[in-house]
């Protein structure tokens, strides 16, 4: 029987260091044609063989958002206007809102889950997010699905 591959999404500060040193030399490769593997590593402090062992398994999460749709749910203020800003954060980023649910506000917090499809000529996904979560009234934002 074959084994089920799971996914998680975690936020960065509890990313173990050596695959946020992965990312980084992923993306040296990338950018500088001419880098080697090797150089890239040791640029970021790293073996190689740490470096091939977790290669495919990490990705930033902009890279792997593209076409594909992002479910949050966010604790928010009960005041006019929040709603609409993280909408319009959505559209700014070129987002297609699949789905909406706002839930009855309880003690003045509101909860929202929305669903959005991160098109492949949209902005950088990572930064939507950031930016939903800087928003004033905003107190708590969970990226709870993908597909």
Do not use: C, W
Not at 14 to 40: D, G
Not at 78 to 95: E, Q
């Amino acid at each position: 029987m074959k084994k089920q591959t799971k996914f998680y999404l975690v936020k960065e500060k509890a990313v173990p260091e050596v695959l946020l040193k992965v990312v980084e030399a992923k993306r040296i490769l990338n950018s500088e044609k001419s880098a080697t593997v090797q150089e890239a590593t040791e640029r970021v402090g790293i073996s190689r063989s740490s470096f091939y062992k977790y290669k495919d398994d990490i990705q930033p999460f902009h890279e792997q958002a593209k076409g594909r749709t992002v479910t949050f749910i966010l604790q928010m203020d009960d005041k006019p206007g929040i709603l609409s800003d993280i909408l319009r954060t959505v559209a700014d980023f070129h987002g297609n809102i699949l789905t909406i649910h706002q839930s009855i506000p309880i003690s003045g917090i509101a909860t929202l889950t929305l669903s959005v499809e991160i098109l492949p000529e949209a902005g950088d996904a990572e930064d939507m997010v950031e930016q939903m979560t800087q928003q004033e009234g905003v107190h708590d934002l969970k990226i709870i699905g993908r597909e």
